[in-house]
């Protein structure tokens, strides 16, 4: 059993040495608790530093948008005489990039997974500790 857990990289050593200690049941249950709550924690530290960069990123993300979109609107109000006769026979071209409401969308949906995902993580925990599998 433990060779053929060893060609798998994603099942953790802990596993594998739990596995190979051949204790009876009860214990090998209590300690694969155990190491469900370790790696519980361990997953709900990294969300939550990966949390503490999401407000930060977004504002900086909407804060830019904001910032290029009043840009454009001063250069095409100030300039506008000029430009439209450099630029009499031109085509004009599609504007690209993401709009503040696309931006917002994509933000809702994030959170929206987020609050879905975090509940279930509680409920699997509770069910790991209640040892009904």
């Known amino acids: 059993m433990t060779t053929i857990l060893k060609h798998y990289a994603f099942v953790p050593g ?3 040495v739990l596995i190979e200690t051949g204790k009876p049941q009860a214990e090998v249950v209590k300690e694969l608790t155990a190491l469900a709550d370790l790696y519980y924690d361990r997953l709900t ?3 939550e530093m ?3 960069w999401i407000q930060p990123i977004s504002f900086f993300d909407l804060g830019g948008d904001y910032y290029w979109q009043l840009c454009q609107f001063v250069f095409t109000n100030v300039f506008d005489d000029w430009r439209n006769r450099l630029m009499k026979n031109r085509k004009p071209s599609l504007r690209r990039g993401f709009t503040l409401i696309e931006m917002a969308i994509v933000l809702f949906i994030v959170a929206l997974l987020i609050l879905i ?3 279930n993580l509680s409920h699997q925990k509770k069910t790991c ?3 009904s599998y």
């Open 14 to 16: 802990e596993l594998r």
């Open 45 to 47: 530290a990294r969300f």
């Open 50 to 52: 990966m949390m503490t």
């Open 117 to 119: 995902v975090v509940p």
């Open 129 to 131: 500790s209640n040892g």
